[in-house]
């Protein structure tokens, strides 16, 4: 059964309350830590929600770049969100997220009214086992945000915790196929899929199958479907891939294809990942 | 023989001068001209000219995000460059640019120390016919900066000029190869680097093999080499690949991964593009 969306940590991490025009206050929430500070993705939806709630927003999320400037500290924070440009059928919004007057983190979004044209998907959707035929990965002692999905991966996903260090072969390829649903289970929308866009292992753990330190620098997701499409898919698990192109110089790029159980495309998102060897 | 960079126009089109601090003017310069206005790509190339001529830049850009709000006019603009926020290693980027007061571009820039690290390139470099070997594709009638790019198509180009309707068959996929220099040769630096991940045609252009209205609407940009790699590139042709994931509903993505002729990955760019049936 669903929880109501009013309480389910996901909207509780992500809840702004308007304090002034393009001002609001949000605050972390414990559901989602990471193991220093929040988890990315729910700062993702978090900085998606102000233009999304606020009250001269125009259509639907059509881009969305946060850029992960500087650590937030558990508690509260303040979201500036300027309407920089509206347009007939787009509005482009600029954000920033602040600290006590320091800038934490970046960010800007393109909203747009959609409409029926000419469609096809040029991506191929893999071949995978249904998620039920796969078991739960466990989640990590050190992250509560890990807690909040349910992933199963198909391929590409870490060593149990324990194994020797001595039995883990780098891979030839940091691609990851994974299953991935909120809990407790929630119907998918703009700040869920948002947030499960960051919701993948840094690829560099993946390539060399070892935890290394590193963390998300800027991220950007495209949503490929409208609000009337994301409430069609309603709670199931999404397919997502993600894989590198390229390490070097201490920083990865890593892109992300997020799929529903029937093989709609709902989002790309890519982002630059620093690392440390 | 290269022209000195003083005096090359993608030098002289994304000319900025301070103003005050954090403030720079610039122009649109006519050897970038598109059907209306200038040619995205380099309009993504002065965005990143205020960072990067800025007395406070910290290191070599990482990643480049432009948002192209509103049409640009012939003739001057101002940019709006400030320092969000500056840590050891990075330092992290938002413009604005204006005509008259009213936001047509917004954007954000990641700036980065880079170091030695463990590297590798996942993706593949695509076995491509050297550019000598293929024939200079014509530049467009309508479009100034076409003039100013040396393209040659491996596959997926456009069908010529004047080529009967019925003659033309959708393709299966979007994706070109072209080899790109600048026109006059000029040696390769983040500016052209910029301005070249813009460079293709919209993938709806390809795929269905007729050219419908069609405009960039965010383009963001990683660099995976830094300053002193893409020096020893010099003013060799670089190798484009493009494609789409999905086109739906009035937008479609695009992804490309610009090489150096020797198999190195300069950068990786996406955008979402607007179409019209």
């Known amino acids: 059964m ?22 609001f206050e949000g605050a972390t929430h ?10 990315g993705g729910i700062i993702a939806a978090t900085m998606l929600n102000a233009p ?11 881009a969305l770049t946060v850029n992960y400037a500087g650590p937030i500290a558990d508690g509260g924070f303040e979201i500036a969100a300027m309407p920089s440009r509206t347009n007939r059928s787009t509005q482009h919004w600029t954000m920033t ?15 747009a009214k959609r409409r029926e044209t000419w469609t096809a998907t040029e991506a191929g959707f893999p071949e995978v086992p249904a998620p039920e035929t796969i078991q739960r990965t466990a989640p990590g002692d050190r992250n509560a945000w890990t807690h909040r999905y349910d992933m199963r ?34 119907p998918l929308d703009f700040l869920s899929l948002a947030s499960i866009c960051d919701a993948f292992f840094p690829r560099v753990y ?5 935890f290394v330190p590193a963390s998300t620098v800027s991220m950007t997701v495209y949503f490929h479907v409208d609000a009337d499409q994301l409430a069609a898919h309603g709670d199931q698990a999404v ?16 892109a992300v294809e997020i799929w529903s159980r029937d093989g709609v495309m709902l989002a790309t998102s890519h982002q630059v990942v620093y690392y440390k060897d």
Do not use: C
Not at 206 to 210: G, I, S
């Open 239 to 254: 397919l997502g891939t993600a894989r590198a192109s390229h390490f070097g110089k201490g920083y990865h790029d890593q």
């Open 52 to 62: 999304l709630t606020h009250a001269e927003r125009l259509g639907d999320p059509l």
């Open 2 to 23: 669903n929880q109501t969306q009013d309480t389910h940590p996901l909207d509780l991490a992500t809840r702004l309350t308007p304090t002034a025009p393009n001002r």
């Open 206 to 210: 993946v390539r060399r199958q070892q």
């Open 97 to 111: 997220l602040s600290q006590n007057d320091t800038v934490a983190i970046t960010g800007s979004a393109v909203f």
């Open 153 to 186: 991966f198909v391929l590409g996903g870490m060593p149990a915790p324990g194994t020797a260090a001595q039995a883990l072969e780098p891979r030839e390829d940091s691609l990851s196929w994974v299953w991935i649903r909120d809990l407790p289970v929630r």
């Open 30 to 39: 414990p559901a989602y830590g990471n193991m220093v500070g929040p988890f």
